[in-house]
């Protein structure tokens, strides 16, 4: 859009005759051109020129007046140079030419581009038309470009416009002289100036028409942008979910790993947790695991060929399996349809089979549910067979070293001919008697010695008796001390029978407190035992699952979106940084 030159009102400005190069005739210049820089010299060091508000085209049957050929010339005389006036008429005269604020606001970003330093922005206007530079010029093409009937058809150029003569003035090259208005004779033309509120409500209106015109240009450039990154691929996602997608079948069940019921009373924190579903926490865990491992997927596909039923070519190729497919392709595929979640508020695992028919959906369920009890039932069997290994162990150890404890002491018992502890107490028992007569043998001695003519015969007798017994009992007590049965004594014997009964009443001890142990352990087994039970029995669904057309297309919409969005702020961040 173009917008219509304003036709401007230019100062008067004649030459004195003597000057050589000017032309007596005034010079003017077209209508919404810029005026033409020109030299400066010591006398005039600044053009002075009046924008003049825009008039309207005469009417079509009003003809300008002609150019009078015989008219006088002009009044003869200098206008002030900027030297001459002073600063505060020129600010004047630029105020009373009623510029609006964008215009004066224009005036001093030019000033500050060109180095100078205004007070004001009227100032800025001054210093700008004292360099000779317009604040107001348009550096477009289409302004550059003016029709020659503009410039009228004499040789003078002199043209009729709007009640007035206007003459271009032949100037030097070397000098630029500023355009001039003459009188156009003793006519009285009803003026075409327009109030400066007239003046400044039109601006506001042209201002607000290039606003709006933006603003419908942004809203169309956005309206694209978002048709192109949002619009148009949530159009392809729900054209996919409702017209190629294939339907999918979701078979649910749900079972619980449970406990066996406590034969015993548990003790402590163990007994506390027992039949809740924190007692089968990890295994439910564990089994949650299995399920999403390759392994069964592995021992699925072995079993009824979960590869060949994502092969079959009525699937879409979103979600068919390849022919020549790698086993992790085939996990990827097994963990998007196989979905399982642990609750560990209630201990119930839930899972959900996808596939292409119901049958075939229910069928996986099935497998898969059988493929838990056997890890449920092999991870307690492991932990039942390592406890009792250990308790039979215990026993068995036991039973070695009672037998060994009890060989020994028949081995020594069979080495002695009596009883060692008898023997012992048949000897201490003679050598009692053996000391009790000797005694009474020493004392009648004793009695026949005080005598004053003791017998003879009678004191021989008792003395070979006391000898006699003397001996007997040196004999006794060797055979308590000394080697005289076999290789030991009958004490040495005695202690070390004695020793090998206590070897066995510990073996005795061990034996009895292995056998227990060997009971709890297997009651302990019988309690850790772990089952699956199945809540929710996997049942064929009788129509589609998936794909969720609707709320599927809304989750693309809303992903674009944010996708979108986060794009168009990373920009505008990083071009306001860079900008600034």
């Known amino acids: 859009m173009t917008m219509k030159p304003k036709a401007r009102k230019f100062r008067i400005r004649r030459s004195e005759p003597s000057d050589p190069g000017f032309s007596t005739a005034p010079t003017t210049r077209p209508t919404g051109q810029p005026p033409r820089p020109r030299a400066l010299d010591p ?8 924008p003049q508000a825009q008039r309207p085209n005469p009417p079509q049957h009003e003809q300008p007046a002609p150019v009078q050929p015989e008219q006088p010339a002009g009044r003869s005389g200098q206008v002030a140079s900027a030297q001459e006036s002073s600063v505060d008429a020129q600010i004047d005269e630029i105020r009373r030419e009623g510029l609006t604020g964008r215009q004066l606001r224009m005036a001093r970003r030019v000033a500050q581009k060109h180095g100078l330093a205004p007070t004001s922005d009227f100032d800025a206007v001054r210093l700008l038309r004292a360099a ?3 604040p107001f010029q348009r550096a477009t093409m289409l302004e550059l470009v003016v029709p020659e009937n503009e410039h009228g058809d004499g040789e003078d150029g002199v043209t009729p416009q709007n009640g007035l003569q206007l003459a271009t003035a032949k100037v030097p090259a070397e000098r630029v002289q500023l355009p001039q208005t003459v009188p156009a004779g003793n006519r009285n033309l009803p003026s075409t100036e327009l109030a400066p509120a007239e003046r400044r409500a039109g601006e506001i ?3 607000q028409r290039d606003i709006a015109r933006r603003r419908r240009r942004k809203l169309a450039l956005l ?18 979910f409702y017209n190629i997608a294939t339907p999918m079948y979701a078979t649910k069940s749900e079972f619980l790993v449970m406990q066996a019921d406590a034969q015993g009373g548990g003790s402590g924190i163990g ?3 027992t039949g809740t579903q924190f007692a089968t926490n990890q295994d439910s865990i564990a089994t949650q695991s299995y399920l999403q491992s390759r392994d069964a997927m592995l021992r699925l596909d072995s079993d009824i060929g979960f590869k060949s039923h994502f092969n079959q070519d009525f699937i879409d190729p979103v979600q ?3 022919t020549e497919a790698s086993d992790e392709a085939a996990y990827k595929i097994f963990k998007k349809n196989v979905k399982i979640g642990y609750d560990p508020t209630e201990g ?20 898969l549910i059988e493929y838990a009890e056997e890890r449920v039932d092999q991870l307690s069997r492991q932990k039942r067979e390592d406890q009792m290994r250990d308790a039979k162990q215990s026993l068995e150890t036991a039973k070695i070293e009672r037998r060994e404890a009890q060989e020994a002491l028949v081995k020594l018992q069979e080495s002695t001919l009596l009883d060692p502890e008898g023997e012992i107490a048949s000897i201490r028992g003679l050598i009692g008697t053996l000391e009790g007569q000797l005694i009474e043998k020493k004392l009648e001695l004793n009695g026949q010695l005080t005598n004053a003519r003791p017998n003879r015969a009678r004191v021989d007798s008792l003395r070979t008796e006391i000898t006699l017994i003397e001996e007997e009992l040196r004999t006794q007590n060797a055979r308590l001390t000394d080697a005289s049965v076999g290789s030991n004594s009958l004490a040495q014997k005695a202690s070390e029978i004695q020793m090998l009964q206590a070897d066995l009443a510990t073996a005795d001890l061990f034996l009895q407190s292995a056998l227990q142990n060997m009971k709890q352990t297997e009651l302990e087994a019988n309690r850790q035992v772990r089952y699956l039970t199945t809540s929710v029995e996997p049942v064929a669904p009788d129509e589609p699952t998936y794909p969720r057309k609707f709320e599927n297309t809304v989750l693309a919409f809303l992903v674009f979106s944010g996708i979108y969005l986060m794009v168009s702020l990373t920009a505008s961040i990083l071009r306001e940084q860079v900008s600034s």
């Open 271 to 273: 007994g506390l947790l």
């Open 348 to 367: 119930v695992i839930r899972m959900e089979v996808i596939a292409a028919e119901p049958a075939v959906s229910a069928d996986f369920s099935r497998h």
């Open 43 to 50: 006398v005039q060091s600044a053009p002075q020129h009046q």
């Open 132 to 134: 000779g530079i317009d």
């Open 320 to 322: 068919r399996l390849g």
């Open 205 to 207: 209106r042209n201002i």
């Open 223 to 240: 309206i694209t942008r978002l048709s192109f990154f949002v619009f148009l691929p949530t159009l392809i996602c729900g054209w996919y």
